[in-house]
């Protein structure tokens, strides 16, 4: 007997999907509006993590970048709009942090925190946005 609970058609499932989606969505509006603001000084130290996987150039650039997809992302990820493109940008900064983190020798629980994010990213990157979301209404 198949087992409702892991049924990825139910209602509770895709209703679940949603709350991740725009629970994380809101903590990353929040997450990147300072860097967003925060100007070129703010995304020239950002992007200098980019150096650890060998894109040392234009650190603002690749800063600027970061904190756009954090909080555009985040706007995204909660109107269910571009969901997978967003959560794309979003799981490849949490992983430059994560590496960056890893890097700086920094304790486990600062390491833990945009590994959980990078988990939480791809896993809406496999499940796209569950309910009420714009993207289910562009693909009908």
């Keep these: 007997m198949k087992s409702k609970l892991f049924n990825s058609s139910d ?31 703010t995304w020239t130290w950002l992007g200098e993590s980019m150096g650890l996987v060998g894109l040392g150039f234009a650190p603002a650039f690749w800063g600027f970048m970061a904190a756009i997809s954090e909080f555009a992302g985040g706007i995204l990820l909660v109107v269910g709009l571009l969901t997978r493109p967003a ?47 714009i993207d289910n209404k562009w693909a009908r």
Excluded at 12 to 40: D, E, N
Excluded at 87 to 93: D, H, S, V, W
């Design 11 to 41: 209602e509770s499932l895709k209703t679940a999907v949603f709350l991740i989606r725009v629970g994380f969505g809101i903590m990353f509006i929040l997450h990147g509006y300072p860097k967003i603001t925060g100007g070129v000084d």
């Design 87 to 133: 959560a794309l940008l979003l799981a490849f900064t949490m992983l430059i942090a994560t590496i960056m983190h890893i890097a700086d020798g920094d304790p486990l629980n600062s390491v833990l925190h945009p590994l959980k994010g990078f988990v939480v990213f791809v896993g809406l990157l496999y499940s796209g946005p569950g309910k009420y979301a």
